[in-house]
């Protein structure tokens, strides 16, 4: 009885320690939402029709003091009516360095966001990774993106780099997996982080939209950026849930 209790005791005191760090995570990211609220709308009030525009420094003044505290920080993804409200972190030379590390770098079970290594901030296809915590923090609430209604009604996702703003259509979700070697005739998306053949352009959007849950309507030519998050999913080994979008049309001029 007693080593049961022992037993119930230490396993309770971790489900707490468990519950207080993530709500710290998650407390830590929304204060740096907030600053991000704050910066666009200051920069909103101070400006004039001569003032409009990124300033001289070049950033987009809602991301200038974030750039300042950590100069990994890339950009900011977020879309409304939903939790994603996150910065987008890249580390070139050793990508999976925020897998389980907050934006000031200390630990943290739900990690941040962080771009594919294979890809840049601004480029024409940017891929991003995030955790699928049960708390909904991160890329937690990705997979109601599986559900077709809820896919039109947040269809816009926006993607701001430091010195550009950035809205994407909802072009396809899909199921995959973290492939092996000897896995033959596979869609391996994560391989795909240059699309600047028109060729291999081409066979990315038309994969993508084969393996897509439902048609979203929304179609892909050769010279649109193109997003793609991606999180885990256990609905196989190495699952894996990913929702692409297209620029919006009235940003690419199409």
């Keep these: 009885l007693v080593g049961c209790l022992a037993v119930f005791l230490l396993s309770g005191g971790l489900l707490i320690h468990d519950l207080w760090r993530s709500g710290q995570e998650r407390s ?39 750039h300042e505290q950590n100069e990994d920080l890339a950009g900011w993804l977020y879309a409304e009516g939903t939790s994603l409200d996150y910065p987008v972190m890249y580390t070139p030379q050793e990508p999976e360095y925020y897998l389980h590390r907050g934006f000031d770098g200390s630990y943290a079970a739900s990690g ?17 990774y995030g955790h699928n915590m049960r708390n909904g923090s991160m890329f937690g609430e990705l997979d109601l993106y599986v559900q077709e209604d809820y896919g039109a009604q947040h269809a816009l996702i926006h993607y701001d780099t430091l010195d550009r703003e950035g809205t994407y259509e909802l072009l396809a979700v899909f199921y995959s997996r973290v492939y092996t070697d000897q ?31 439902y048609d979203t309507g929304v179609e892909a030519r050769y010279g649109d950026k193109l997003l793609t ?3 885990c999913s256990y609905h196989t080994g190495d699952g894996r849930l990913v929702v692409v979008a297209r620029q919006a049309a009235e940003e690419t001029g199409g």
């Design 28 to 66: 830590a990211y929304q204060k740096l939402a907030q600053m991000v609220q704050e910066g666009a709308q200051a920069a909103g009030e101070a400006a004039t029709p001569e003032a409009e525009g990124a300033p001289p420094s070049g950033r987009l003044e809602q991301y200038q003091l974030l």
């Design 112 to 128: 941040s966001l962080f771009l594919s290594g294979g890809c840049t901030p601004d480029g024409s296809h940017v891929i991003i």
């Design 183 to 213: 896995d033959q005739g596979v869609f391996r998306y994560y391989q795909y982080t240059d699309l600047s053949d028109p060729a291999v352009f081409d066979e990315y959007v038309r994969q993508v939209k084969a393996a897509a849950l």
């Design 229 to 231: 998050l991606s999180t």
